[in-house]
């Protein structure tokens, strides 16, 4: 079993930056991937980046060159930094750690989610 806690959310201008966190506990050997999802009002839930056991990481063609996502292996965290942020980017922002070894780029494959943390950004 693992336990992701998210953090990290919060409103910010448009142009502003935001790092989102997301601790891990349990079964953490287990993991192949962690990603963030968002989810906006009425909109399906989305992968925007990915990083693999491997330290690869892949993004959403959306938020290439915007978002970073890295990782701290002793601290068990995964990490969203999100720069020149845009109205757009508006929506709940979920982590999800998959067991599987797949695209790991859909909801479904992903075995653990942490609770969301809200990102707003105002014009």
């Known amino acids: 079993q693992v336990r992701l806690v998210a953090s990290g959310g919060g409103l910010v201008q448009a142009g502003g930056s935001l790092r989102l966190s997301c601790a891990a506990s349990g079964s953490v050997v287990s993991i192949n991937a962690v990603g963030w999802f968002r989810q906006a009002p009425g909109k399906q839930r989305d992968l925007v980046a990915v990083?693999?056991?491997?330290?690869?990481?892949n993004y959403a063609d959306s938020v290439k060159g915007q978002f970073t996502i890295s990782r701290d292996n002793t601290k068990n965290t995964v990490y969203l930094q999100m720069n020149s942020l845009k109205p757009e980017d508006t929506a709940v922002y979920f982590c999800a750690a998959s067991s599987a070894f797949g695209s790991n780029w859909y909801a479904h494959e992903y075995d653990y989610w942490g609770q969301g943390t809200q990102v707003t950004v105002s014009s």
């Open positions: 990083i693999m056991r491997s330290g690869a990481t």
